[in-house]
């Protein structure tokens, strides 16, 4: 039994899983086009919001989706203002509600319904297929209720007909020792997990303690290549594929070259805006995400601003897929100023990865001091070296501190404030 | 098909007739707790509790209808950690639940956010593991929900569950082969429904 409505001619080659990733370029914005004016019309007609936000944008005349780039962006707050608890509650087709991280300080409820969940369910088998998924084959998946993302990729797995695992947990600390005997006792060839959970994993649950799994699908925040690599050397890991996507419905995928994410432009239209306006950030330059989801909800995403911080690449994939190619980077709400700089995770883990002792590791950066970037790592090693490293590259005074033995309980989060620093077991 | 870790951690295999028959189980448990059509019920369980994932075909594969499904209620989805807890202050402010079930681990953070009684709580749990305060338990391995009965205080089982006695020993059979000895989990429960 498979959930999924068929949306193209499957293929299923070992490079291939479907008609659309071989589509040129022309042919995947006309299909974007029809998307984007059905959209428009629909949301006009069907939420107030977005009836004064495209009020200037008729259907019929849009004559190509960079016509969208004259909306006005829709941030989180634009959405929650708009939303009522009517709004989210009469449609009788929105059955399950998922919840965003309020890593911003407010919290986005998203309903989904199965015309949504259907049509994510086809780009994650894509997701999965690129990264070697098979009839057959067992993957641990992340807990169902975690993410949108989740619930997408048990009707993925349906599909292809792989066989799902799921572990007694959660993506944290303490449930470390139960994923890796799930792993181990079924034999497992794939697991799905979160970024900071691989690294949890890799640095708490002993050696060699992914030997066997030949795939990690991991979401949340991008590795380096030298994290990537540590990872699986260490590990017995194969080989980690990144794929990411937000509640508010973007959708994305590494393919086996590793070189960004292609976007599933199928569901949605990805941009890059700069950090200070709206106007387009260039291929390279560190921008802005927005999304617009194609697909027909409750609660529309139009341009809406995701929080993460991205960039585009113009080149095409070695794979030869014309699908648009975007990394995300951060988030953000994580930007510490320091001395009057913006830093951000991302930046210290790049540096951290380059360097054999401190790759790979879990950290959390502090925000609360003004003129010195705080730094708190899991685990010993020369401190004052790691300082030196980070003040000689960021060209900002460095406070390099370690919690020794005791893991760090960061959660999702990769910047605390200061007066919560307790509650990561510091 | 699906595997599923237990709370033991147990590795088990439920086919697909296995879990569409303990959904329809979960589903007259939760219209048992007064869950109608179109209420929206929070589930704050872990991921890999059948509580949540028996809620929707969405979320395991080889379940075709979910509880949720059966009986048309909405679902709040959370992956119940307390790291968690703080994103529910906001969810509750937008749309209020007509019920709560929350697993004994976080029940005390939770409360925090619902103290206008607009919401019914239930207490919830793997038998291995829930507190004595428990009204809706429910047995990761067999896959069989008992819940509080109202009238005597005592446990039931979902209806379609059959309990046999052999002694000392209570044994559940559910439709499509789940047969268990929760003997255990009466014993951590308290007393059976009599009424």
Same mark, same amino acid.
């Given at each position: 039994?498979?959930?999924?409505?068929?949306?193209?001619?499957?293929?299923?080659?070992?490079?291939?899983?479907?008609?659309?990733?071989?589509?040129?370029?022309?042919?995947?914005?006309?299909?974007?086009?029809?998307?984007?004016?059905?959209? @428009?019309? *629909?949301?006009?007609?069907?939420?107030?919001?977005?009836?004064?936000?495209?009020?200037?944008?008729?259907?019929?005349?849009?004559?190509?989706?960079?016509?969208?780039?004259?909306?006005?962006?829709?941030?989180?707050?634009?959405?929650?203002?708009?939303?009522?608890?009517?709004?989210?509650?009469?449609? *009788?087709?929105?059955?399950?509600?998922?919840?965003?991280?309020?890593?911003?300080?407010?919290?986005?409820?998203?309903?989904?319904?199965?015309?949504?969940?259907?049509?994510?369910?086809?780009?994650?088998?894509?997701?999965?297929?690129?990264?070697?998924?098979?009839?057959?084959?067992?993957?641990?998946?992340? !807990?169902?209720?975690?993410?949108?993302?989740?619930?997408?990729?048990?009707?993925?797995?349906?599909?292809?007909?792989?066989?799902?695992?799921?572990?007694?947990?959660?993506?944290?600390?303490?449930?470390?020792?139960?994923?890796?005997?799930?792993?181990?006792?079924?034999?497992?060839?794939?697991?799905?997990?979160?970024?900071?959970?691989?690294?949890?994993?890799?640095?708490?649950?002993?050696?060699?303690?992914?030997?066997?799994?030949?795939?990690?699908?991991?979401?949340?925040?991008?590795?380096?290549?030298?994290?990537?690599?540590?990872?699986?050397?260490?590990?017995?890991?194969?080989?980690?594929? *990144?794929?990411?996507?937000?509640?508010?419905?973007?959708?994305?995928?590494?393919?086996?070259?590793?070189?960004?994410?292609?976007?599933?432009?199928?569901?949605?239209?990805?941009? @890059? @805006?700069?950090?200070?306006?709206?106007?387009?950030?260039?291929?390279?330059?560190?921008?802005?995400?927005?999304?617009?989801?194609?697909?027909?909800?409750?609660? !529309?995403?139009?341009?809406?601003?995701?929080?993460?911080?991205?960039?585009?690449?113009?080149?095409?994939?070695?794979?030869?897929?014309?699908?648009?190619?975007?990394?995300?980077?951060?988030?953000?709400?994580?930007?510490?100023?320091?001395?009057?700089?913006?830093?951000? !995770?991302?930046? @210290?883990?790049?540096?951290?990865?380059?360097?054999?002792?401190?790759?790979?590791?879990?950290?959390?950066?502090?925000?609360?001091?003004?003129?010195?970037?705080?730094?708190?790592?899991?685990?010993?090693?020369?401190?004052?070296?790691?300082?030196?490293?980070?003040?000689?590259?960021?060209?900002?005074?460095?406070?390099?501190?370690?919690?020794?033995?005791? !893991?760090?309980?960061?959660?999702?989060?990769?910047?605390?404030?200061?007066?919560?620093?307790?509650?990561?077991?510091? | 098909?699906?595997?599923?870790?237990?709370?033991?951690?147990?590795?088990?295999?439920?086919?697909?007739?296995?879990?569409?028959?303990?959904?329809?189980?979960?589903?007259?448990?939760?219209?048992?707790?007064?869950?109608?059509?179109?209420?929206?019920?929070?589930?704050?369980?872990?991921?890999?509790?059948?509580?949540?994932?028996?809620?929707?075909?969405?979320?395991?594969?080889?379940?075709?209808?979910?509880?949720?499904?059966?009986?048309?209620?909405?679902?709040?989805?959370?992956?119940?950690?307390?790291?968690?807890?703080?994103?529910?202050?906001?969810?509750?402010?937008?749309?209020?639940?007509?019920?709560?079930?929350?697993?004994?681990?976080?029940?005390?953070?939770?409360?925090?956010?619902?103290?206008?009684?607009?919401?019914?709580?239930?207490?919830?749990?793997?038998?291995?593991?829930?507190?004595?305060?428990?009204?809706?338990?429910?047995?990761?391995?067999?896959?069989?929900?008992?819940?509080?009965?109202?009238?005597?205080?005592?446990?039931?089982?979902?209806?379609?569950?059959?309990?046999?006695?052999?002694?000392?020993?209570?044994?559940?059979?559910?439709?499509?082969?789940?047969?268990?000895?929760?003997?255990?989990?009466?014993?951590?429960?308290?007393?059976?429904?009599?009424?």
């Amino acid at each position: 039994m498979q959930l999924l409505t068929h949306r193209f001619a499957l293929i299923l080659s070992d490079d291939n899983f479907d008609e659309f990733e071989k589509w040129s370029r022309k042919k995947i914005e006309e299909y974007q086009l029809d998307r984007l004016r059905r959209l @428009v019309a *629909e949301v006009k007609k069907t939420n107030s919001l977005y009836n004064v936000k495209l009020k200037e944008l008729d259907p019929d005349d849009i004559s190509s989706i960079e016509a969208l780039s004259e909306v006005p962006p829709t941030s989180k707050k634009d959405l929650i203002s708009a939303l009522s608890s009517e709004d989210l509650t009469s449609n *009788e087709d929105q059955r399950i509600f998922f919840t965003t991280r309020g890593s911003t300080g407010e919290t986005l409820v998203i309903p989904q319904n199965d015309e949504e969940l259907d049509e994510y369910g086809w780009p994650a088998a894509r997701g999965l297929w690129w990264s070697g998924l098979r009839r057959g084959m067992k993957i641990v998946t992340l !807990p169902p209720a975690w993410h949108r993302l989740a619930a997408s990729e048990a009707a993925a797995v349906g599909l292809i007909g792989a066989e799902q695992v799921i572990f007694w947990g959660s993506t944290s600390e303490k449930y470390v020792q139960n994923f890796l005997k799930a792993v181990r006792r079924t034999r497992a060839q794939f697991i799905s997990i979160t970024t900071p959970f691989l690294l949890t994993i890799f640095n708490r649950g002993g050696k060699r303690a992914l030997e066997g799994v030949e795939k990690c699908i991991t979401v949340g925040a991008p590795l380096s290549i030298p994290a990537r690599k540590k990872i699986c050397e260490e590990s017995g890991l194969g080989e980690i594929f *990144e794929r990411a996507g937000t509640q508010e419905g973007a959708a994305m995928d590494e393919c086996r070259f590793h070189d960004a994410h292609h976007i599933h432009e199928d569901v949605c239209l990805l941009e @890059v @805006v700069k950090m200070n306006d709206v106007s387009h950030a260039a291929a390279g330059e560190v921008g802005r995400l927005v999304v617009t989801a194609f697909v027909r909800r409750s609660v !529309p995403t139009i341009r809406y601003l995701t929080g993460d911080l991205a960039v585009f690449f113009d080149e095409e994939c070695r794979c030869g897929r014309k699908l648009k190619r975007v990394e995300l980077l951060d988030r953000e709400e994580n930007i510490i100023v320091v001395d009057g700089k913006r830093i951000l !995770p991302y930046q @210290v883990r790049q540096i951290m990865d380059r360097d054999e002792e401190y790759c790979a590791r879990n950290f959390v950066m502090v925000r609360g001091k003004p003129d010195k970037l705080h730094v708190i790592v899991e685990g010993g090693g020369d401190l004052n070296r790691l300082r030196r490293l980070l003040k000689d590259e960021l060209y900002v005074e460095v406070l390099v501190e370690s919690t020794g033995s005791i !893991p760090l309980r960061f959660g999702f989060r990769p910047v605390i404030n200061f007066e919560d620093l307790n509650k990561v077991g510091f | 098909m699906p595997y599923f870790q237990t709370v033991t951690s147990e590795i088990i295999y439920h086919s697909s007739d296995m879990l569409n028959a303990a959904a329809k189980l979960l589903a007259s448990t939760m219209m048992a707790l007064g869950v109608r059509k179109g209420d929206i019920v929070h589930v704050c369980d872990l991921g890999s509790s059948p509580l949540l994932y028996l809620q929707s075909k969405w979320f395991v594969s080889g379940l075709e209808v979910g509880a949720s499904e059966i009986v048309g209620y909405k679902i709040i989805c959370s992956d119940a950690t307390p790291e968690r807890v703080h994103v529910f202050a906001d969810a509750y402010r937008i749309m209020r639940p007509q019920m709560v079930i929350v697993n004994t681990a976080i029940n005390g953070l939770v409360r925090k956010f619902l103290d206008d009684k607009e919401s019914k709580i239930v207490v919830a749990g793997d038998f291995e593991e829930v507190g004595i305060d428990a009204q809706l338990i429910y047995s990761s391995r067999e896959l069989c929900f008992l819940y509080k009965c109202e009238s005597c205080n005592g446990f039931k089982p979902a209806e379609g569950s059959k309990i046999t006695y052999m002694g000392d020993r209570v044994r559940i059979e559910n439709p499509k082969s789940q047969r268990g000895d929760i003997s255990g989990i009466l014993l951590k429960a308290g007393e059976y429904c009599n009424c």
